[in-house]
């Protein structure tokens, strides 16, 4: 009997790209996958500083070369390509509209650099859009409908998924919870205003909160110098919210804070969008129950028992790959 041809891909029949650039461009990463979403091969390069356009598109260049070998190839060719982004991106133009933590990137066509770069076709979008996305295909999201994903990093993103799909507003900047005012008056953002929860719970925030407070309390301080050798200027989130476990006034302070006014956000967020999951992902989130358990206590305390009562905060499943796979599941999405 002849096969009939459902117009469906066997996953044989090629391969896609997955590409991940941070929001500061210093962290990108490549990765060739199978059509169910299986990485293949992947590269990772992470730099020490904020490299120019011209450096990252050098990078993931070399990064492709090494990833897409021609052998690689088997059976298959490649049919396309997901770019996930740590900044503003309007994904139905394919343009980047600017990244917060790094120069040169305003309204860089880079869905367009790709598609003549590998003549097939380029889906790029934000990153925690894409995350968002992998989250419900392949992560902790798998099977829900309306899903918001967290992403707490040098930054704060949110992907937010409606009925399976991303949900990216009339100018594509739904889901930049990183600039929710939280705070009247409070600490200045990466975008240049005051009081945004970027300012207050991302892992930049929370490090320099703990390193500025810490300097008027002499104990803070050689816990700090403990925990770091001596770098204090090397602390991570993790010792950071480990000294709040141990007691340090000052990390209970900046912990306290992270989750109040995360927590506010969020639940303005269920208020308005009924969830039945929030997926909290990026290095933030891998301090894991220290983080979620508060989290989930406060958002509780605040919420509405009737939206509270179906929703699911968890740790993303994913962890530091959700970026990666969200960029592959971008390419995947519509095949
Ligand atoms: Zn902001």
């Known amino acids: 009997m002849a096969q009939k041809n459902t117009g469906k891909l066997l996953a044989t029949q090629g391969y896609v790209v997955g590409i991940e650039i941070s929001g500061s461009g210093s962290r990108q990463s490549v990765a060739l996958a199978d059509l169910n979403g299986n990485i293949l091969r992947q590269a990772r390069r992470p730099l020490e500083y ?4 011209t450096t990252v598109l050098a990078i ?10 021609p052998e690689q190839l088997k059976d298959g060719r490649l049919l396309r390509v997901g770019v996930a982004i740590g900044g503003l991106v309007d994904a139905s133009q394919g343009i980047v509209r600017t990244l917060h933590h790094a120069h040169g990137w305003d309204n860089f066509p880079l869905q367009d650099y790709f598609e003549k770069k590998f003549a097939i076709p380029c889906i790029i979008d934000n990153n925690a859009n894409a995350a968002a996305l992998a989250e419900v295909q392949y992560g902790r999201g798998k099977g829900e409908r309306n899903v918001l994903y967290v992403g707490l990093g040098r930054g704060i993103g949110g992907g937010l998924v409606v009925n399976g799909h991303i ?3 009339s100018s594509c900047t739904a889901g930049e919870i990183g600039h929710m005012l939280v705070k009247e008056n409070g600490p200045r953002c990466s975008c240049g205003m005051a009081g945004h929860l970027e300012a207050i719970a991302s892992a930049r925030a929370i490090v320099r909160a703990m390193i500025g407070l810490s300097v008027e309390y002499p104990e803070t301080e050689a816990a700090i110098s403990r925990v770091t050798g001596a770098r204090a200027e090397r602390i991570t989130v993790a010792q950071v919210f480990q000294l709040a476990l141990d007691g340090d006034p000052v990390a209970r302070y900046v912990v306290n804070d992270v989750h109040t006014y995360l927590g506010i956000a969020l639940t303005n967020i269920v208020h308005l969008v009924n969830p039945d999951m929030i997926i909290l992902g990026g290095p933030v989130a891998q301090v894991g129950s220290l983080l979620i358990e508060p989290l989930r206590a406060k958002v509780q305390e605040l919420c509405l028992p009737a939206a509270f009562e179906a929703l699911h905060i968890v740790q993303s499943g994913l962890g530091s790959e959700a970026n990666l796979m969200g960029a592959v599941t971008l390419a995947l999405q519509d095949m």
């Open 167 to 169: 949900y990216h507003g």
């Open 50 to 53: 904020v490299p120019d356009t």
């Open 60 to 69: 993931l260049e070399e990064m492709l070369a090494e990833v897409v070998q």
